[in-house]
Each structure stands twice: as C-alpha cells, then as structure tokens.
C-alpha cells in the first residue's frame, strides 16, 4: 500500500466495536507502513487506569480530542481509531479536509451487530472492555450512516470485511479482513460482493440527483 509521507496526512481505522480495528492496525504496522502518530481513546483509557470507570473513559476521550486538535493544527501527520459512531468525529474529518489533509480511510465492516456483540463478549472473556448492548447496536447504525458521508471526503476508502469466526486466541492476534472495495483518484471499484455495496450505490444515485438538480439550476440562470 502505497504511504505518503511529504503531505498532511490523516489515516482513520474505523469500524463498530469487535470488527477488529486495532487487530488491523497492528498488522499494517508489521508491513512497515507510516501512519503517523497515533490518537486512540482506548489505549489512552488502559494507560490512565480502570477502563471500566466511566470517569477514566470521559478524561481519555478528551485527552484524545485534544491530542488529535493538536496535532490537525500543527499539521503533522497523525491516524485516529473510530467507531464513526458520532457527529464530532465527522466534523472533525471535515475540518482536516478543509485543512488541506490528505485522508485515507480503513473501514473494518461486519455483516451484521450480532458478529458484534460476539466479538466483544470473547473480548470480555479474555479481561477486556466490557460495552453493553444497546450501544452496540446504536453504533451499528450510526457507524454506517456516517460512513456514507464521508465518502466524497475522503481521497482514499479501503473497505474491509471482517466477517470471518475467530476459533482461538491465535486467530485473535491476526486480522483476517478481506479487502472488498475502494476508493481512488475519486472512483469506486467493487472487488467482492459486500456491504459496502449498497453504500457506494446509494452514494452515486445521490451525486447523479445532484448533478442533475445543478444542470437544471445553471439551465434556468
């Protein structure tokens, strides 16, 4: 994969929790790739204590904003970890384009919430962080939603499918995501059948209404 290195660059790993995007991360690191320095809510929540404190997760969320604002105005290069399961996180993307960043994007898709809620209880079951849920499921949702408006903000879209049972703790150490579509130089290519599908499809209906409703507006003038 190719790493620019002279430009602003923001790199997200996004994905609803259990899709394995610390896995993926980690595994990219191993090939050498650059991604800059690092902001991640959780890793900062296990370094200031009990993840389990909703007073440790609320000072580690805005020790990251404040790290990843940091960083944007400096205009050093950095990589988010994300749910995209809120509208901060959004305008922040945005605010980074505005800023003249070049942004990839890496989201690790599941087909379905229930994979989810598994994924998180093996998590559970081996010492880690715990999320309920209702929360599971209320990510889900808004994570795809808001995939779908950054897909013209973003200069590069890796999607993953991550779909594949985990069978023991070896597995756990591995991503086994399988790259399904991509973004670039501003087209979609479709590699295997997925979720991201239906997402790109409805991403390009919409900029052919827009095109369209633009043609009829300059028509008129």
């Known amino acids: ?121 093996i998590r559970v079951s081996k010492g880690g962080h715990n999320i309920d849920n209702k929360t599971l499921e209320r990510r889900f949702g808004q994570s795809f939603d808001n995939l779908k408006e950054l897909l013209g903000v973003c200069d590069k879209i890796y999607f993953y499918d991550n779909n594949s049972e985990i069978l023991d703790d070896k597995e756990q150490t591995l991503s086994n995501a399988k790259l399904v579509a991509v973004k670039q130089n501003g087209e979609f290519f479709t590699i295997i059948d997925s979720y991201a599908n239906e997402i790109i499809d409805q991403h390009k209906i919409q900029k052919e209404y827009e095109n369209t409703n633009k043609h009829k507006i300059d028509l008129l003038r």
Do not use: C, P, W
């Open 1 to 121: 994969m190719d790493i620019i290195k002279d430009t602003k660059q923001l790199y997200i790993f996004a994905g609803v929790n259990g899709s394995g995007k610390s896995t993926f991360y980690i595994n990219q690191l191993l090939k050498n790739d650059f991604y800059g320095y690092r902001v991640n809510s959780d890793e900062l929540a296990k370094e200031l204590g009990n993840y389990e404190s909703s007073y440790i997760q609320n000072k580690a969320g805005k020790l990251a904003i404040a790290m990843r604002n940091k960083f944007l105005n400096s205009g050093a290069s950095f990589n988010l970890e994300t749910t995209l399961s809120g509208k901060g996180i959004i305008r922040f993307i945005k605010l980074a384009k505005n800023k003249d960043y070049n942004i990839t994007l890496f989201y690790i898709g599941l087909e379905n919430v229930e994979i989810s809620k598994k994924r998180v209880a």
